[in-house]
């Protein structure tokens, strides 16, 4: 048999491919479970120029090969080295980048003499770069584009796709999406069979914030090319703007397995686990993605995100200066340093970042907002009216950004109805496609109701030197035990100072939990986990809050109170708001999500332990 094989190669060599071809067939004859028959049959075809059929016998080869029991182990490996290098030869030529890595890597595993650093280093740079590769003609005609798709063995990539998918990366905007409607349309109708137009097409339906359709065009295009890493980035992405955490963490799972050094990936994994409140695990994350790619000027702006996250804000500043110096125009890292420079009562390095985030970017008007509460803190006036009224405009055009309610309540000209939208559309773009809220269940919380003290929880981040502390302290500690079981979450700063600790002394063992160090989820599991009834928040909106804890709703009833006497905008989170008639008239109430809980007189706690001291002159 082995002599049989030898000859076969040797006819191969020689060209003289339909003998060969006929000597297969009589030793597939005896024995068809022969992998050598079908490697031969691969480089018939690929001699013959048929690239898919060499695809197919060689993965059948293959298949075959990890049937075969032996004990020589150098002999088994040498045999995967010759098979997998034609494989990854393959799919080189089919421009399969990342499957030829993903190969290269293996044999890079088993035979290092086998494959230089050179040749795998060079695949991976392409493939980093496939989507600024162009290979297709395009012709202008009356200043408008016109695509002409052309199928070069599959490695065409499409410039002009490619061109306007960077634009839509870049400025973040559903009207940009619109615009750019006949060419992407006329793509997907013309090339539907293309990977790369499925997978462009469903960047496109993400930036419309069409995220169901996007997900289907993107599993069209992984339906295409399974191995395609790049694709199934993309699903991941939309799974999480759907609020499909499960699936996410899945799909890496599946992604790293193929391409486990994939620095894209690794950077969107980080994203997700500090969005989760996975503080420790997202910067492990976000450090070992900008380890394996130089000058991730993304990942520098997202870990800068992180560390402003948790407090670490200088450091923050830090590295959105590194990702702007990375990266030209990055609206994005501005709006951030901006917004950290402003947590910092720096009004005037916030408005010179808030400035600049315009400046590179016109379209992202959440910063509009920002920029005029900095100004109105230094009595600057300039841009009042103009900024007022682009707020007014984007938000009756149900513009889905995020857009902080807080940062409207000081301008003027903002009515309640502007108000509410702005919480109703920032509430759906965090919260409305996140399935968090189905996670904890309450049944059996009021069973025994009347029998036992409600437990009443209170959320907060400001258990320190603050108003709201100063205002319900002694509300909280003054409640009747015998009716209600006290709980009080901070996640807010410890400032150590006499506020708080005077506060915490003043409560009953096991009373006060500091949840500061918990991201979103521990956080709202340990609240859950505690049996809490009524959960009172107390931040809203307002700084250092962390509404992403109340969307896993926690406890059965949340209710609004005193820090924000204004809308959450997400009935889901807030089921109720405690005001007064003069707070919030009845007529008003058709602007708020929740519904209202008004006290009879003034809604506000006084302190009655506080007292104003006298003046020296009186």
């Known amino acids: 048999m082995k002599k049989l094989i030898e000859n076969i190669f040797e006819l191969i060599d020689f060209d003289k491919l339909e003998l060969a071809y006929v000597e297969i067939k009589s ?3 005896a024995n068809p479970d022969m992998p050598d028959c079908y490697y031969a049959l691969s480089v018939i075809a690929i001699k013959k120029s048929d690239l898919i059929a060499g695809e197919q016998l060689i993965e059948t080869a293959l298949k075959l090969l990890k049937k075969i029991t032996c004990t020589e182990k150098q002999l088994l490996n040498q045999l995967y080295v010759r098979y997998l290098s034609l494989y990854a030869d393959i799919c080189i030529e089919l421009n399969k980048i990342a499957k030829a890595i993903v190969i290269l890597k293996y044999i890079k595993e088993i035979d290092t003499e086998n494959i230089s650093q050179t040749k795998l280093r060079e695949l991976e740079d392409y493939a980093v770069n496939a989507t600024k590769i162009v290979n297709d003609q395009i012709l202008k005609h009356d200043g408008n584009t016109e695509i002409i798709l052309t199928n070069k063995g599959n490695k065409g990539l499409y410039s002009s796709l490619h061109q306007k998918i960077t634009e839509l990366m870049h400025y973040n905007s559903r009207d940009h999406a619109i615009k750019f409607k006949d060419e992407f349309d006329y793509a997907i109708n013309n090339h539907r069979d293309l990977s790369d137009v499925n997978h462009w097409y469903g960047i496109y339906k993400l930036y419309l914030r069409e995220y169901d359709s996007g997900l289907d065009y993107v599993q069209r295009a992984i ?45 969107n994994l980080a994203n997700i686990l500090r969005d989760m409140g996975n503080f420790e695990w997202a910067e492990r994350y976000y450090l070992r993605a900008i380890e394996l790619k130089d000058g991730y000027a993304e990942c520098f702006m997202n870990y800068g995100m992180l560390l402003k996250e948790i407090n670490r804000k200088v450091e923050a500043i830090d590295f959105f200066n590194k990702s702007v110096k990375l990266k030209e125009n990055y609206s994005t890292a501005y709006l951030n340093l901006g917004v950290v420079y402003e947590e910092l009562k720096d009004r005037k390095n916030a408005i010179h970042n808030y400035e600049m985030a315009i400046k590179s970017n016109p379209y992202l008007y959440e910063i509009w907002p920002s920029l005029l509460h900095s100004e109105l803190h230094l009595f600057k006036w300039d841009n009042i009216v103009k900024g007022t009224n682009i707020i007014k405009t984007v938000l009756e055009s149900n513009y889905k950004g995020e857009i902080l309610p807080f940062n409207l309540l000081s301008l003027n000209n903002i009515f309640e109805r502007d108000q509410y939208n702005c919480a109703r559309i920032y509430s759906e773009v965090k919260f409305s496609k996140n399935d968090a809220s189905k996670i904890f269940k309450h049944e059996n919380y009021t069973k025994n109701k009347g029998e036992k003290p409600i437990k009443l929880g209170f959320l907060s981040a400001d258990i320190r030197n603050h108003a709201v502390l100063f205002s319900i302290s002694e509300l909280i500690i003054k409640l009747d035990r015998k009716k209600f079981s006290v ?21 009953r063992p096991g009373e006060f939990h500091d949840i500061e160090q918990l991201g979103y989820y521990e956080a709202a599991a340990y ?10 928040d107390l931040t809203g909106y307002t700084s250092h809050c962390r509404p992403e804890i109340l969307a896993y709703k926690p406890a059965p009833k949340q209710i609004s109170y005193l820090g924000y006497p204004t809308t959450m905008g997400d009935f889901n989170t807030i089921q109720f708001l405690i005001a007064d008639h003069i707070t919030i008239p009845e007529e008003s109430e058709k602007y708020y999500s929740e519904k209202i809980i008004r006290m009879n007189s003034c809604y506000f ?12 002159k009186n």
């Open 605 to 616: 706690p006084i302190d009655s332990r506080l007292t104003l001291k006298k003046s020296r």
């Open 527 to 536: 609240i859950n986990d505690l049996k809490i009834e009524l959960l009172i």
């Open 223 to 267: 339906d295409i090319d399974p191995w395609h890493p790049y694709y199934r980035n993309t699903k991941i992405i939309l799974l999480k703007r759907l609020g499909r955490h499960d699936l996410v963490l899945t799909e890496y799972d599946n992604l790293f397995q193929i391409y486990p050094n994939y620095p894209e990936a690794i950077h």
């Open 27 to 29: 030793v597939l004859a």
């Open 487 to 507: 709980y009080v979450f901070s996640y807010g700063p410890n400032d150590q100072s006499s506020a708080r600790n005077d506060f915490i002394n003043c409560l």
